[in-house]
């Protein structure tokens, strides 16, 4: 039992060594780094045993491996009563699982939380408590969950609350219960999910942008199509974008590309401007454009660098079903180190929240 131990430990440490950059999988976006969970489980046992379903405690300990998939090692202890004679069995697992997220979604409502699903499964070791019992048999689960993040005001330490739900299945290296190889428990999970900041919050702290010289800014407001605008210049109530004397240097601030609260997902507000926008880059197939993300300073650096570039990213995959060639399109975000006015006000901070097109070649 203690080199089977071993050995899942060793599986799921050496895993480690493939983590070499910042990755979000099921974790909160801008704590990029390992975490911790202990959870409530209640298990839904075998119908064949003589016992009733089980209460447990589960530890479970991640290491993001890419973008979207982490390993994680997850321990649980449960306890359930005997019907022969009232005693309590119980079990123990020990189980390597790879994981996959889904992204962060979220909702048009302020008071509905945003959420990660993932899907979750591995091999692992099982010591089973059966009838007086005791066996150690080699086990597979498989399962699902969503992740919902912890972000009140301007609290937000990467906190999550975690649910979960997994199928245990154990193949028992004798017949503990007669005529009954396979046993299989039901898992329904729920918990706190926390980032290990303190151990590795400085190895992965973000990579500020080289400063750069504040660009030739000229807003851009959404307004339905009429005669052209002077040539990269605002164009007045009326007029639409126009992007016919633009050249390398030049900044457009896309007023109107707003998006949900705490994600990358755009408002139909921002939509209607981006159709704008994608017409008037199909007309100047001449141009390259970077789209450059930026944030107020509400909140963590690491969050908000985070992301200003998936929302930049959210704005580059749009215009790109919009027709516009990809490789003429970039996308950086730059969290909140170029301000344009003042973050101690909420107008200050609702001009910096922006998104603008960057004219990068000619």
């Keep these: 039992m203690r080199k089977l131990l071993r050995g899942i430990c060793g599986v799921f440490f ?43 405690f589960q530890f479970t300990g991640g290491w993001p491996l890419s973008e979207h998939g982490a390993a994680e090692l997850s321990f649980f202890n449960v306890s359930r009563s005997r019907d022969i004679d009232g005693k309590d069995d119980y079990q123990i697992g020990l189980f390597v699982n790879y994981v996959h997220d889904f ?15 993932y899907l979750l499964g591995g091999p692992g ?34 906190w999550a609350v975690r ?55 000229v807003p851009v407001e959404q307004a339905p199509p009429a005669a052209a605008a002077p040539p990269c210049q605002a164009p007045a109530p009326g007029q639409a974008i126009n992007l016919a004397g633009c050249k390398a240097g030049d900044t457009l601030v ?46 963590k650096p690491s969050y908000n660098l985070a992301l200003s570039q998936k929302r930049a990213e959210a704005v580059r995959q749009y215009l790109i079903g919009k027709g516009v060639d990809a490789a003429r399109l970039s996308a950086r975000g730059y969290g909140a180190t170029q301000p344009i006015a003042d973050n101690g006000t909420e107008q200050g901070r609702a001009e910096n929240r922006r998104v603008e097109l960057k004219i990068t070649v000619q």
Excluded: C, M
């Design 103 to 117: 992204g962060l979604y979220g909702f048009d409502a302020p008071y509905l939380p945003n959420f990660k699903p």
């Design 254 to 299: 896309l007023r109107g590309v707003n998006f949900k609260t705490g994600s990358a997902l755009l408002t139909d507000q921002a939509t209607q401007v981006l159709d704008q926008v994608a017409d008037a880059l199909n007309g100047r197939k001449d141009v390259k454009v970077e789209i450059a993300g930026h944030t107020d300073n509400v909140g």
């Design 163 to 217: 649910t979960e739900a997994t199928a245990i299945v154990q193949i028992q290296s004798d017949e503990t219960i007669p005529d009954h190889r396979v046993l299989a428990d039901y898992h329904l999970t729920v918990g706190v999910q926390i980032p290990l900041t303190p151990f590795f919050a400085s190895r992965h702290a973000p990579v500020e942008p080289p400063p750069e010289q504040p660009p030739h800014v």
């Design 14 to 56: 050496a895993s480690g060594v493939l983590w070499a950059n910042p990755a979000a999988a099921v974790n909160v976006d801008g704590y990029d780094i390992p975490y911790a969970a202990v959870l409530y489980d209640y298990e839904i046992s075998d119908g064949v045993r003589d016992s009733s379903n089980g209460n447990a």
């Design 125 to 158: 070791w099982v010591h089973d408590d059966v009838r007086g019992s005791t066996h150690d048999n080699f086990g597979l689960d498989a399962g699902g969950g969503l992740l919902f993040p912890l972000k009140i005001g301007h609290w937000d330490w990467g």
